[in-house]
């Protein structure tokens, strides 16, 4: 649905991107993750056209991006980082306008996102907070009609319950047979929805894989220092943890998830340690 070969793009002297090269299939959500400055944001834009690459080729769908900039932007919908929008409309109005631009717009499913998020309808834009702003953003990408929606940092702004929620809809999206293809620096919302993820640096694609891949394959550690000596024989021990140092001064070296690491160092946590949380595990733990 979406492809890209060897991608470059250059400001002046300065390289964005360098042969970035991937393919999302139909109904995946793909996570782009890299750190502010990798290129991300220009990413996005070439592939709607709005910057137009040095060499490479972009496919959305059946269409040659790259000649055809308007036919690959029909099939795509676009939440942008920032917030600019018309302030004096009302929040209905500002997602009816946009939704008009596209043919196959779900103007009742946008509606009770509205509501979803906790957006007045009849509110101005200017009086929205900025997390207001990016759910109406949000809302009028995600039910545009369109085959492909981009998502730039869609976490961003956003309260727990809210990323809850967008993650929710995401998933359905997808399982509509939406391309979903969002940037972030919110790993964790990328662990929990994407069915795959890139790491892109300095405008180099480093990795990309399936996201049960590579957090089986990525270490972590974390220094620790004890309140008193202890020899290595006595620390916890686990399939996918080891230990490095001495005496009050070790490290912890992990694969896999975090709370893996945690049910080794302490135990499962049982289910009345959490007063309210059935599962005994605290949201966002």
């Not at 496919?59 to 029909?74: E, F, M, N």
């Not at 103007?107 to 998020?117: C, G, K, N, Q, W």
């Not at 929606?149 to 967008?166: H, Q, S, W, Y």
Request: hydrophobic share 40%.
């Amino acid at each position: 649905m979406l492809s890209t070969t060897n991608i470059h793009k250059s400001y002046a002297a300065q390289s964005v991107l360098r042969g970035v090269s991937l393919r999302v299939e139909k109904g995946e959500i793909f996570g782009f993750v890299g750190p502010n400055g990798a290129g991300k944001t220009t990413f996005l834009k070439c592939l709607l056209g709005l910057t137009r690459v040095d060499s490479g080729s972009i496919r959305l769908g059946d269409v040659d991006a790259v000649k055809q900039s308007l036919a690959g932007r029909r099939l795509c919908a676009y939440a942008p980082s920032e917030t600019a929008m018309y302030d004096s409309m009302t929040v209905r109005a500002m997602l009816e306008f946009a939704l008009t631009f596209h043919k196959g717009a779900e103007f009742e499913r946008a509606y009770a996102m509205l509501d979803s998020f906790g957006l007045p309808h009849k509110r101005k834009v200017r009086a929205l907070s900025h997390g207001m702003k990016r759910k109406l953003l949000l809302t009028q990408a995600i039910c545009s009609g369109t085959p492909i929606v981009l998502l730039d940092e869609p976490m961003e702004g956003l309260d727990p319950d809210a990323r809850r929620e967008l993650e929710t809809i995401l998933e359905a999206a997808a399982a509509q047979g939406k391309t979903v293809f969002f940037s972030s620096h919110d790993l964790a919302s990328v662990e929990r929805v994407c069915n795959r993820v890139a790491f892109l640096r300095n405008g180099k694609l480093l990795e990309c894989d399936t996201v049960a891949s590579i957090l089986e394959r990525a270490g972590h550690s974390v220094k620790l220092a004890l309140r008193e000596p202890l020899d290595a024989h006595a620390l916890p021990k686990s399939s996918n943890i080891s230990w490095s140092g001495e005496g009050t001064d070790w490290q912890l070296n992990y694969h896999g998830k975090l709370e893996e690491v945690f049910d080794a160092l302490y135990g499962p946590v049982e289910s009345n340690d959490v007063d309210g949380d059935p599962g005994g595990k605290e949201d966002g733990a």
